[in-house]
T-cell receptor, first 110, second 117 residues
């Protein structure tokens, strides 16, 4: 069975500081991993996916199959980055169905 | 429509009553998903539809929960004899296809906030 773990429920940093939101997964197949973000009073939305190898809003995430990790990083946090972040994994045989981690609340202080 | 639409946005119901939550996916999206977001529990998968079929119902927490989808579009999640632990945000999502590694994005609705008192 697949599982996604986000060890930190809350991460608090100051504006301009680097940010790393941790995500570890367990999955026997070849995974596709995502980061979703939910800003206050807004719907859950896709931030980035590992296959795209893109940087969105300054965030990047590298899939490390050896460590089974997909940590989300940003070199300089902004106040508007404050939100709930969810790491997610696809599951074979159920389309694009996502298994989510428990989420990490990022608070960026001025 | 422009996005996934859910109704009602808020529902307060008495314990023991039945509730129905509705989801209108993005037009043309064949895959539809229901998730539950409970306080402190993260996002929990409930059920997945491909067209009108539900190949994966593994996440439904009990037989009080059921869902259907008609015409390959609108879906209804029904909770019978609601309990206080059913209080949560019920999220619906859709995507254009259900293919694995298809690269398609899943789009979420704003959710239906259910409170059972």
């Amino acid at each position: 069975a697949q599982r996604v773990t986000q060890p930190e429920k809350l991460l608090s940093v100051f504006k301009g500081a680097p940010v790393e939101l941790k995500c570890n997964y367990s999955y026997s197949g070849s995974p596709e991993l995502f980061w979703y973000v939910q800003y206050s009073r807004q719907r859950l939305q896709l931030l980035l996916r590992h296959i795209s190898r893109e940087s969105i809003k300054g965030f990047t995430a590298d899939l490390n199959k050896g460590e089974t990790s997909f940590h989300l990083k940003k070199p300089f946090a902004q106040e508007e980055d404050s939100a709930m972040y969810y790491c997610a994994l696809t599951r074979i045989g159920a389309g694009n169905m996502l298994t989510f981690g428990g989420g990490t609340r990022l608070m960026v202080k001025p | 429509g422009a996005g996934v639409s859910q109704s009602p946005s808020n529902k307060v119901t008495e314990k023991g009553k039945d509730v129905e939550l509705r989801c209108d996916p993005i037009s043309g999206h064949t895959a539809l998903y229901w998730y539950r977001q409970s306080l402190g529990q993260g996002l929990e998968f409930l059920i997945y539809f491909q067209g009108n079929s539900a190949p994966d119902k593994s996440g439904l927490p009990s037989d009080r929960f059921s869902a259907e989808r008609t015409g390959g579009s609108v879906s209804t999640l029904t909770i019978q004899r609601t309990q206080q632990e059913d209080s949560a945000v019920y999220l619906c999502a859709s995507s254009s296809t259900g293919g694995y590694h298809s690269g398609n994005t899943i789009y979420f609705g704003e959710g239906s906030w259910l409170t059972v008192v």
